[in-house]
Nanobody, 126 residues
Framework: QVQLVESGGGSVQAGGSLRLSCAAS????????MGWFRQAPGEEREFVAA????????GYSDSAKGRFTISRDNAKNTAYLQMNSLKPEDTAVYYC???????????????????WGQGTQVTVSS
């Protein structure tokens, strides 16, 4: 079992940056692929980024490519999402998720993930 706790959300102006963290408990973090999703009010939850269990593979949504970077530190049981050049349309609750797999296959499907955090709010003002 893995428990996930996000942090690092907040309010920022357009063009600014934030780094989200996802701290995981449990001894299986190094064999757990991780992902980030987001959900804006009135919208469906959408995939943002994913990283394989050892960090060698990553995947991004089109909206995240070139602006966001997902990473992880298995020694610290933490995954990160560095978000640069933020836009008002990035405003959402951001969730980290873990899947009992080393790889990021089906990374865009929320149902592929086994563990979820409680979410952290990101607000980008114009």
């Amino acid at each position: 079992q893995v428990q996930l706790v996000e942090s690092g959300g907040g309010s920022v102006q357009a063009g600014g940056s934030l780094r989200l963290s996802c701290a995981a408990s449990g001894r299986t973090f190094s064999t757990t692929a991780m992902g980030w999703f987001r959900q804006a009010p009135g919208e469906e939850r959408e995939f943002v980024a994913a990283v394989s269990s050892y960090g060698g593979l990553t995947g991004y949504s089109d909206s995240a490519k070139g602006r966001f970077t997902i990473s992880r530190d298995n020694a610290k049981n933490t995954a990160y999402l560095q978000m640069n050049s933020l836009k008002p349309e990035d405003t959402a609750v951001y969730y980290c998720a873990g899947k009992r797999s080393n790889t990021i296959g089906n990374r865009e499907k929320g149902d592929a993930y086994d563990y979820w955090g409680q979410g952290t709010q990101v607000t980008v003002s114009s």
